[in-house]
């Protein structure tokens, strides 16, 4: 979908989301963290942009989503609401902001609204989330809930492990679900739970559900930016899948670069910009060359 065909499309709204789920037609979701993949996500027609806390690890270089501050998630998502005009916009609330009481959780979301132009914001994990999701949502502020793997939750999940394997685990997992969804949580991420526990859990699940590696029985999809096009290297969860190769290809143009530069031929002189006719004959003059 071209930029012109995006802009020619009506804004994702909530209500647009359960009119998609209502209809069975897919809700396609994507992570973005800057202004150029926000541009790319809204000109390919995406339906939700995710900013994630996984920035902490695709962009900041941090080694979990555990220590990104406010500040960074804030920036962040300024940066991508000024490269979106359709998809909604999610971000994600980061861990230490939002736990502690519902003032703290209310008075963070607020500035993700306020500050960096955030149609809704995402709160992981069911249990004291519950509280902090009914206050948001009760403030005015549309709310994501998230459960399964819950990244900032790896310690007590031993580190990241798919969600929900037993019988028991998945009843937990519905049982977080729909206690999210009963607090007013317009939409749900499942991430990591195995397709059968999904099929179980969905047909109680009255809200829109979008999945990363929970099979195809939920409602929508979402993958991070940086695993579907590839640019990173490295080891990466099963559910991932690459529609192209961005990393490979920044690397080869940029060798390809700095070889023409070591060798001499870039910049060629149509790369130059010229002088005034006559104008460097006068300056040499001046020059006294």
């Given at each position: ?36 993949g ?88 069911g ?41 028991e ?70 559910f ?13 143009g ?26 460097a ?9």
């Amino acid at each position: 979908m071209t930029g012109a065909a995006a802009a020619s499309r009506p804004r994702v709204t909530l209500d647009t989301l359960a009119r998609l789920k209502a209809a069975g037609e897919p809700i396609v979701m994507v992570t973005a963290y800057d202004h150029p993949g926000a541009r790319a996500a809204d000109a390919a027609g995406v339906d939700v942009v995710l900013v994630g806390d996984s920035a902490a690890m695709t962009v900041l270089g941090y080694d979990s989503t555990v220590p990104v501050s406010v500040e960074e998630m804030l920036m962040l998502t300024a940066a991508v609401r000024r490269g979106l005009t359709v998809p909604l916009l999610v971000a994600d609330l980061p861990f230490g902001s939002y736990e502690a009481s519902d003032e703290q959780a209310v008075r963070t979301a607020q500035r993700f609204v306020k500050e960096a132009g955030a149609d809704a914001v995402k709160m992981e994990r069911g249990g004291s989330t519950v509280d902090r999701v009914r206050a948001v949502v009760a403030a005015g502020i549309p709310v994501m809930g998230h459960v399964g793997l819950t990244p900032q939750s790896i310690g007590a999940l031993s580190g990241y492990r798919s969600q929900g394997r037993t019988a028991e685990a998945a009843l937990g997992v519905r049982e977080a679900a729909l206690a999210l969804q009963e607090a007013g949580c317009f939409a749900l991420v499942f991430e990591a739970i195995p397709a059968e526990a999904t099929a179980a859990i969905m047909p109680g699940m009255s809200v829109p559900v979008i999945g990363i590696g929970a099979g195809a029985q939920t409602d929508g999809q979402v993958l991070v930016f940086h695993d579907l096009l590839g640019i990173e290297e490295g080891q990466h969860a099963r559910f991932v899948k690459r529609y192209a190769d961005v990393g490979a290809a920044t690397v080869a143009g940029i060798s390809a670069y700095a070889d023409e530069v070591r060798a001499g031929v870039y910049p060629a002189p149509e790369h130059a910009y010229p002088m005034a006719e006559g104008e460097a004959d006068r300056l040499h003059a001046m020059l006294g060359r």
